[in-house]
């Protein structure tokens, strides 16, 4: 028992040192391009961060004044409009328009409505077209880390989420649940699943994860973390996996850029810098696909092992689109053709029951894909060389 107590206080150190430190990682990364740097006098040590000024205060019940939803129309981009889930004439007054697509876009930590990424993946979805965008802003529960609440917060979060779904869905001039497109980025993708488990009603219809952190969700409950349960299609994009990002696979698809670990443009001089730079670099990927004419292209692979040995290398038409206008219909196809059977598609082991579509991407641009390879596979010898001859 004494083994056990003191094995578990370890654990608990151990766990809230790893946590402070990712929260640290995440609060100075570049999510928000105009984030401030925490002012002189702010948390210091892992006591400072059990109660700061992101701790949610009572009463715990939702809506909560701290966790807001701000709609955007075309019409109304640069005054969007505050929805009241308890009031009806909310929606009745506002633009939303239940024939064009709806987005709800869930930040991560240090982020906002005002800040990127929800106002780039804002911006970009009005480049194309109509959409409601509503854009969950939490930001002043996620200025910094509040360690007491770190299990409860991302749930609480989701559970006013889930009560903003429902008024959407019983609304006369509302969407149902699978209407909705969730799209989570860092510790909101995991907030997006969450959503899941307090819906009174139907099935969301597509959940966004980008880059999922690893913060907070390292169980084998799936009920604590984005899940392909969690909507009727899940896609998710790594870029940090194994660092800040979950490794996975979260979803129906989970798409691993250039490996998935470490980023082009992302060597900076401080570690911190290098491992926030690749966990943030998922969402101009995300951004860039709304609009992109050429695509980014993924190619199904096993591991990131046989990638790197240059041995998945399909023909064109094995190739799935990555990003807003994912392939999904071709996903699908995969997913029934494989199955569960582990003899055919090895890697759905990994994932148990749940089908799963490793993939690898590239920027495909206007190569054919065998020429793609040779020019990977370049770029990778290059960078090996450079490594094993630093001077
Ligand atoms: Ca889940």
């Excluded at 939702?62 to 909310?90: V, W």
């Excluded at 900076?268 to 926030?276: A, D, V």
Aim: glycine share 8%.
């Amino acid at each position: 028992m004494r083994t056990s107590c003191r094995g578990d206080r370890i654990m608990t150190t151990t766990r809230a040192v790893i946590v402070t430190f990712s929260c640290f990682l995440l609060l100075y990364s570049n999510e928000g391009t105009e984030a401030q740097q925490p002012p002189n006098g702010g948390p210091k040590t892992v006591n400072d961060l059990l109660n700061t000024t992101s701790c949610i205060e009572q009463p715990y019940t939702c809506p909560h004044p701290r966790i807001q939803y701000y709609l955007y129309t075309r019409a109304t981009q640069q005054n969007p409009e505050l929805l009241n889930t308890l009031k009806a004439s909310s929606l009745y007054g506002s633009r939303f328009n239940a024939s064009h697509p709806t987005k709800i876009i869930i930040h991560g930590f240090a982020g906002g409505r005002h800040l990127s990424p929800s106002t780039d993946l804002r911006d970009a979805y009005f480049t194309r077209g109509d959409y409601n965008i509503i854009i969950v802003d939490y930001s002043t529960l996620v200025k910094e880390p509040c360690l007491s609440q770190i299990n409860w917060a991302p749930r609480f979060g989701a559970k006013c989420i889930a009560q903003l779904v429902d008024y959407l869905s019983n609304h006369p001039r509302g969407v149902p649940p699978d209407a909705l497109h969730l799209i989570g980025y860092s510790v909101g993708a995991h907030i997006a699943g969450l959503v899941a488990n307090y819906l009174n009603k139907g099935k969301l219809g597509r959940i966004t994860g980008l880059d999922p952190t690893i913060l907070f969700f390292m169980g084998n409950n799936r009920s604590h973390d984005l899940d392909p349960t969690d909507a009727h299609f899940i896609d998710v994009i790594h870029t940090g996996a194994g660092i800040l990002g979950q490794w996975g696979p979260n979803g129906h698809a989970d798409f691993y850029v250039n490996g998935g670990t470490s980023q082009p443009g992302c060597a900076q001089n401080s570690i911190f810098r290098t491992l926030s730079c690749d966990h943030t670099k998922v969402t101009p990927y995300f951004i860039e696909s709304i609009n992109s004419k050429a695509g980014f292209w993924a190619v199904p692979c096993p591991n990131q092992f046989l990638y790197y040995l240059g041995f998945c290398n399909p023909p064109d038409d094995q190739y799935v689109l990555m990003g807003e206008h994912i392939s999904r219909k071709r996903i699908r196809q995969k997913s029934q053709v494989c199955g569960t059977s582990s003899s055919s598609c090895p890697h759905l082991t990994l994932q148990g029951t749940q089908p799963f579509l490793g993939s690898f991407v590239e920027p495909r641009s206007s190569l054919p894909s065998s020429k793609l390879a040779q020019v990977v596979k370049l770029l990778h010898c290059i960078r090996d060389v450079r490594n094993s001859n630093p001077g």
